[in-house]
């Protein structure tokens, strides 16, 4: 079992920038991708950044290349999003996920582990 905790939401203008952290305990952090999903009121859950178990590599939406990293510390059993030049669309339930490598990062299944979820609210 992983525990994930996520932190750093809030509210901010458009073009602010936000930095959500996700802190795991339980099983090795290394073993697992780790990834970001965001869900926006009557909208699916959608993948936002993925990063490999080493974080030699990334994946990102269209919708947040070149705005939004994802990074992690195996040190620390924690993963980052920093979110820059936010907009209103970027409003969602962010959430952090575990899961094993080799699958295909962009799928909601290929996630066992999640947290809670934090709020991201960007006004215009």
């Known amino acids: 079992q992983v525990q994930l905790v996520e932190s750093g939401g809030g509210s901010v203008q458009a073009g602010g920038s936000l930095r959500l952290s996700c802190a795991a305990s339980g099983r090795t952090f290394s073993d697992y991708t780790m990834a970001w999903f965001r869900q926006a009121p009557g909208k699916e859950r959608e993948f936002v950044v993925a990063?490999?178990?080493?974080?030699?590599?990334?994946y990102s939406a269209d919708s947040v290349k070149g705005r939004f990293t994802i990074s992690r510390d195996n040190a620390k059993n924690t993963v980052y999003l920093q979110m820059n030049s936010l907009k209103p669309e970027d409003t969602a339930v962010y959430y952090c996920?575990?899961?094993?490598?080799?699958?295909?990062?962009?799928?909601?299944?290929?996630?066992?582990?999640w947290g809670q979820g934090t709020q991201v609210t960007v006004s215009s």
């Open positions: 990063v490999t178990w080493s974080g030699s590599s990334t």
């Open positions: 996920a575990a899961g094993y490598p080799g699958s295909i990062y962009y799928f909601t299944n290929t996630y066992p582990y």
